[in-house]
């Protein structure tokens, strides 16, 4: 199975701030990696796929960086609305794994 | 508009049986790839199982043997059969769909509650 490795597990950054979430591949996906927020309570939230390409209605400060082992989401202005817990998962291959989540704390 | 309503969830006892069933408007069950994810309490998302568009079945290591994931076309449900049941099953699971290839899960559930305990 691929391995899936992000970091940090969790930050803490004000309204406004740039915020990075990384993501590794145990072995090449090429740029099958998804991107999902998930708010508690509720189901994870599809951002990004293919690595770079913006859900449809997700808001444009979101973005999706990488190939090959890693990747990156990036928050350009950290929203109030954007608290939640982040995961990747790849598509490359079955199964379909994901991260372990970094928590964005505002 | 595309809905994906889980039921079946509750609690049973370890080495218990439970049927979660996944209602699906707006898109047919049998022309995509319906999966099931569980999220233990406090923790990550876990791939569980898949059902493809030409009815192959792919499951977890950790619940192989156990649980069985089938489709109703008439219904257009996913149902997910889990036997032998184990503490360490007590999750929310989610049904969620890809449309096959190297695809995201693009439609999710809201998930139900399923406990394992005596």
């Known amino acids: 199975d691929i391995q899936m490795t992000q970091s940090p597990s969790s930050l803490s950054a004000s309204v406004g701030d740039r915020v990075t979430i990384t993501c590794r591949a145990s072995q090449s996906i090429s740029s099958y990696l998804n991107w999902y927020q998930q708010k508690p309570g509720k189901a994870p939230n599809l951002l990004i796929y293919?690595?770079?390409s913006l859900q449809s209605g997700v808001p444009s400060r979101f973005s999706g960086s990488g190939s090959g082992t890693d990747f990156t989401l990036t928050i350009s202005s950290l929203q109030p609305e954007d608290f939640g817990t982040y995961y990747c998962?790849?598509?490359?291959?079955?199964?379909?794994?994901f991260g372990r989540g970094t928590k964005v704390e505002i | 508009e595309v809905q994906l309503v889980e039921s079946g969830g509750g609690l049973v006892q370890p080495g218990g049986s439970l049927r979660l069933s996944c209602a699906v408007s707006g898109f047919t069950v049998s022309s995509n790839y319906m999966n099931w994810v569980r999220q233990a309490p406090g923790k990550g998302l876990e791939w569980v199982s898949v059902?493809?568009?030409?009815?192959?079945?792919y499951y977890a290591d950790s619940v192989k043997g156990r649980f069985t994931i089938s489709r109703h076309s008439s219904k257009n449900t996913v149902d997910l059969q889990m036997n032998s049941l184990r503490a360490e099953d007590t999750a929310v699971y989610y049904c969620?769909?890809?449309?096959?290839?190297?695809?995201?899960?693009?439609?999710w559930g809201q998930g139900t509650l399923v406990t394992v305990s005596s």
């Open positions: 293919a690595a770079s």
């Open positions: 998962q790849q598509s490359y291959s079955s199964p379909r794994t």
């Open positions: 969620a769909r890809h449309d096959g290839g190297f695809g995201p899960f693009d439609y």
């Open positions: 059902i493809h568009s030409d009815g192959s079945t």
